[in-house]
């Protein structure tokens, strides 16, 4: 008789917003979602920078000019705009299983391809195509939203996003390892960079086949069997365009957008020209910067989630308000920290700096997206998508800025009084009365659910 209560908590464990996050379980969808969606986006980041830190490798190899770089830089960014921009729909109308697994396997095509790039053209067109993998972010941060009750939801989508932001640092720590293996092993440079490519390709299509069949697109099971059986879908309700086009008539998403680009624009531009210029600048070995390089992009696993979690504590007590006067605090501390990195005199203090700097960056992030699932619950893959082409936009136009500029020292600087002007709109976002009392009431509710 014991046993028909424990099935009964399995069933609504399985069917319901998780409210607690059990961190160490992959026994329901919601937990398994949790640790897939950080591993897959892991592996994308892992790809999407995998080039930048054997660039001065690749520079000399193909003979690259500083202006082939920036324009190199800009491609690795600039389509992550339109398909972050379009994925995040097709999240609503087709799931974010189906959505994650084809990105997977169609971006490990250009991936793969890098490695048999012979002129600066075929290097641009790869990594042009490779930055459509970056739209991974939208995916990741839908399907936890959709997985994860009011009260913790911030937590998920930043613990998920920064552990896969991670794997940007893991590049560029790494991926001069594998090029000095590749070396150790008699293979020259020409071919050992390329070898070197070939891992992260093949990481996404390992990845594609285990996210295809160990996820769901919700708590309830499939978007197309809820579909066919009748059964309605939260955040699915506006599907494709519909959801695109009620996202775009908030004005709290494009205030949302701008603080996104000062953040994770940074956050992605910083991945592409840290360790060149640490190599340029301070004159550090290609293993050195990659190392300095990499200490940013490690601090997302856990800075991320601390902005997450700060979020989701503060509105406890003030709402979701308080998320965004969070957020404004720490931008501003990105653009105070990214400027005394612009201006640091030593690589010791350079490093110092970026880890402050770095830190604000990614705790930014994670509270922008802690303020996502609230903007509007019904078209949430239109808000998550335009959120998060916001980044790339950031990333692209502080590209065209060091072109323009010509020196990199003087494009950090020019970035960090753009981020912390830019953190007032951090406090425009705000919420009607109905707005902040839904956000409670919803977590009191999600808190009677088993996790």
Not at 69 to 85: G, M, P, W
Not at 106 to 114: C, E, N, R, W
Not at 122 to 134: K, P, Q, S, W
Request: with cysteine.
């Amino acid at each position: 008789m014991a046993a028909t209560p424990d099935s009964k908590d399995i069933t609504r464990n399985s069917t319901s917003k998780a409210s607690k996050i059990q961190l160490f379980s992959m026994g329901t969808p919601q937990m398994r979602t949790f640790h897939l969606t950080w591993m897959a986006f892991f592996v994308c980041f892992f790809a999407w920078f995998a080039c930048a830190p054997l660039m001065p490798v690749i520079k000399g190899q193909l003979g690259l000019t500083i202006e082939q770089i920036a324009n190199i830089n800009i491609a690795a960014v600039a389509v992550t705009i339109l398909v972050r921009l379009v994925i995040g729909p097709m999240c609503d109308r087709y799931g974010p299983r189906k959505a994650y697994t084809g990105l997977l396997l169609i971006g490990a095509i250009p991936v793969i391809g890098v490695g048999f790039a012979q002129t600066y053209e075929t290097f641009l067109f790869f990594r042009l195509c490779i930055g459509a993998v970056g739209a991974s972010f939208v995916i990741t941060q839908y399907h936890t939203s959709v997985m994860f009750a009011p009260n913790v939801v911030g937590t998920a989508n930043a613990a998920t996003a920064g552990w896969g932001n991670a794997g940007g640092g893991v590049a560029q720590g790494l991926m001069p390892l594998l090029l000095a293996a590749m070396l150790m092993l008699g293979v020259g440079d020409n071919l050992g960079w390329r070898v070197a490519l070939l891992v992260p390709g093949l990481m996404m299509l390992a990845m594609a086949a285990v996210y295809w069949h160990f996820t769901q697109d919700c708590p309830q099971g499939n978007f197309d069997e809820l579909r066919a059986a009748g059964i309605a879908i939260e955040s699915g309700k506006k599907g494709g365009w519909a959801s695109f086009r009620a996202a775009s008539a908030n004005y709290r998403v494009w205030m949302l957008f701008i603080t996104y680009g000062a953040c994770f624009g940074v956050e992605i531009f910083i991945h592409n020209i840290a360790a060149i210029y640490y190599v340029d600048h301070f004159g550090l070995s290609l293993k050195s910067a990659g190392i300095a390089a990499a200490s940013f992009g490690l601090l997302a696993l856990f800075a991320r989630a601390l902005g997450g979690i700060i979020s989701d504590k503060v509105a406890l007590r003030g709402g979701l308000n308080r998320r965004a006067t969070l957020l404004f605090i720490m931008m501003l501390g990105e653009g105070l920290g990214l400027l005394w990195f612009a201006h640091a005199g030593s690589v010791t203090m350079a490093v110092i700096a970026m880890l402050c700097f770095g830190l604000f960056t990614h705790m930014a992030c994670g509270a922008t997206y802690a303020l996502v699932p609230f903007i509007d619950r019904k078209a949430l893959g239109g808000v998550a998508g335009i959120i998060g082409a916001g980044g790339n936009v950031g990333a692209v136009l502080a590209g065209f800025l060091m072109k323009g500029l010509g020196d990199t020292q003087q494009t950090l600087s020019m970035l960090g009084v753009l981020v912390t002007v830019s953190a007032l709109c951090a406090v425009a976002v705000r919420f009607t009365t109905s707005d902040k009392n839904d956000e409670p009431t919803l977590a009191v509710a999600a808190n009677n659910i088993p996790a």
